[in-house]
């Protein structure tokens, strides 16, 4: 009787705990997709003069590895960037030189649109006893290239040489904590904004210089300094330095959402935003936006 009992009152407790326990599943699936905002890159590891196609095309672990994780953000709900669209996309527009391979790979991360990317290695050991994969993975942001999640893990060594299966298998093993990890950045990313580098020039024929003054009495540059500092997200921001045809702001901190639509907001916005301010000034200028990087050219 005391059995039945029990079960009774077993069966009572999951009845009301299973819809909660899958309630707060999709609750958690909706934070991390609110979380998940800020755009993520997955690339391969390559050394500093190591070719990046190269690595790729001699290596499909590492290419395979790539997929997977980029598929597990995905799945997700998170919002990825292509790696190898964009690698093939320079390519085809010559952007890929012998002489640019120093920097290629950052140059094609900054200008991704990528608040973060992750780097994947892969070490493949195999000797008779079977095949051992070693994965690691590693979070950057990619404006100031801090480092915030790790995470290494290895398959165990089987006798396959499914190099697939024992990719995904060690990436298991580190998924939800490296993921977590990534979360708790992105919630900072929420709360102080995506990081911008605005570079303000002077063309060539311009006949002004920043120290220029404005209608009301202010110095060119002591506007463009206001204006940055009331704008920027929650008045984040930092001037790096005036030289005679160039003022930079290394850190301008922007909002991933509009504040009052609540809909995304990119460089682009703020970009237009600075080109209304320089008008208002009597002043024509015009902008590029590269990823996470602003130029605006004052004629």
């Known amino acids: 009787m005391r059995r039945i009992f029990a079960s009774t009152v077993l069966c009572i407790v999951l009845a009301f705990f299973i819809p909660n326990a899958q309630a707060q599943i999709a609750a958690t699936r909706s934070t991390e997709m609110t979380r998940a905002a800020a755009k993520i890159m997955v690339v391969p590891y390559n050394k500093q003069d190591e070719n990046i196609q190269t690595v790729l095309d ?13 598929e597990a953000f995905d799945q997700r709900g998170w919002s990825t960037v292509d790696f190898v669209a964009n690698l093939r996309a320079a390519q085809a527009n010559a952007a890929f030189t012998a ?24 070490q493949n050991s195999t000797d008779d006893a079977g095949t051992n994969i070693t994965l690691n993975v590693t979070a950057f942001e990619t404006h100031s290239g801090a480092s915030f999640s790790n995470q290494t893990a290895s398959s165990g060594r089987f006798a396959t040489n499914d190099v697939e299966k024992l990719i995904i298998k060690a ?24 990081a911008l580098v605005i570079h303000f020039n002077l063309d060539e024929n311009c006949k002004i210089d920043f120290d220029a003054e404005l209608d009301g009495g202010s110095f060119l540059n002591e506007a463009i300094e206001e204006w940055i500092s009331a704008n920027a997200f929650r008045g984040r921001a930092n001037l790096a330095g005036i030289v005679e045809n160039k003022m930079i702001f290394d850190e301008v901190r922007i909002p991933l959402f509009d504040q009052e639509t609540d809909k995304p907001y990119n460089p682009n916005k703020f970009a237009n935003e600075i080109i209304r301010f320089l008008k208002s000034k009597n002043l024509t200028a015009t902008r590029n936006v590269k990823g996470q990087s602003l130029f605006v050219t004052i004629k």
């Open 99 to 122: 002489d640019r391979q120093a920097t290629f790979k950052s140059d094609l991360l900054s200008g991704s649109g990528a608040d973060f990317y992750v780097q994947v290695d892969v």
């Open 58 to 70: 001699n290596n499909p672990a590492i290419r395979t590895a790539v997929s997977k994780v980029k």
């Open 171 to 194: 990436f298991e093993k580190m998924q939800e904590e490296f993921m977590n990890n990534l979360m708790v950045k992105t919630d900072e990313i929420r709360d102080i904004g995506r």
